[in-house]
């Protein structure tokens, strides 16, 4: 089967999983197309049966701002027909199935391939609802022939928000590579987080508004007061200045890193012992799942689709939004009992190998592309 993928390149949850599918269906036997402005941030090194076309897109006096929904459909159009492509699947409805919808009406007249949007949240819960974007985001999943969901979550809300009928919409979550998301990986950086033994604590997000940065500092303190640990914070974003102030105003700065962004995140979580993710809107929870698969116990709010990645009192805690009290006590009680934080640890681990490992849910998307194509199940093809 030849696909064509389209993400956003940089760091997040969306291109991380749409790079790591095209990854997996390669090695699979499929042949894969990967069409963005830039190579994805995880796609590194010559991989077999991988390819990768870039957008460029020139500035004219004409046009203000570069048109890159226009410029994507171009070459979207140009790969599906040079390529032969028979599906194209693009992760957020706007807009990049908008721009795949052009370019099948462009190759309306040769049967083009068809389209299989995976939503993955921002797209629909927050960029979509405006009113400006409302009716081009619906308009755009509902030309999709094939539409998947992250989450329950996030397929409820779509359905809601949208009038998307449910049975359109298939979901099939988010996966991890655990043979790269483990414990006691090398190298390992626990000596250089933690070099007086503390207990390692962790957060990883773009640092936008809706991850509550500031709380997971608050968390922190509280934790920090009763066993000795230190935060790393990796990523970067808007509220880090937010951040910082607030872990200097509790008196912990000394005892928090900022990292900033980093590639290679499953260094980081191979040594971690608690993951704070205190958002008041999740889709999913990417990092969550990374972080559980490396054996590291979650906390945070009980939020969108975070629940349905963290079972609550068995891998980790989640407690409602806002209440940084009860997640303080959480966290104490994980890291204060060493049998207890054990059990959770292996809990963890067996959640992200049975339930969201690559090798359970990647032929779940082989057999819904069979499914849109009309072909059986199974096979390169």
Known sequence: MKVGITCYPTYGGSGAVATELGIGLAARGHEIHFISYAQPFRLSGFRERVYFHEVEMEQYPLFERPHYTLALAAVIHDTARRERLDLIHVHYAIPHATSAWIAQEMLEENGGPPLVTTLHGTDVTLVGLHPSFHPITRFSIMRSQGVTAVSRFLKEVTVRDFS?????????????DTEVFQRGRDPCHREVFAPRGEKIVMHVSNFRPV?????????FAGLRAAVPARLVMAGDGPDRPRAAARARELGVDRDVVFLGKHGAVEELLACADLFLMMSDRESFGLAALEALSCGVPVVGYRAGGLPEVVPHGEAGFLVPV??????????????????????????????????????CVLPRYEAYYAEVLGRPAGGAG
């Open 164 to 176: 998307v009928p449910g049975e359109r919409i298939r979901v099939i979550p988010n996966f991890v």
């Open 322 to 359: 806002g209440a940084v009290k009860d997640a303080t006590e959480a966290a104490i009680g994980l890291l204060s009992d060493p049998a207890r934080w054990r059990k959770f640890s292996e809990a963890a681990r067996t959640v992200a190998v049975e339930r969201y490992g690559v090798q």
């Open 211 to 219: 991850k509550r940065v500031v709380d997971v500092i608050e968390v």
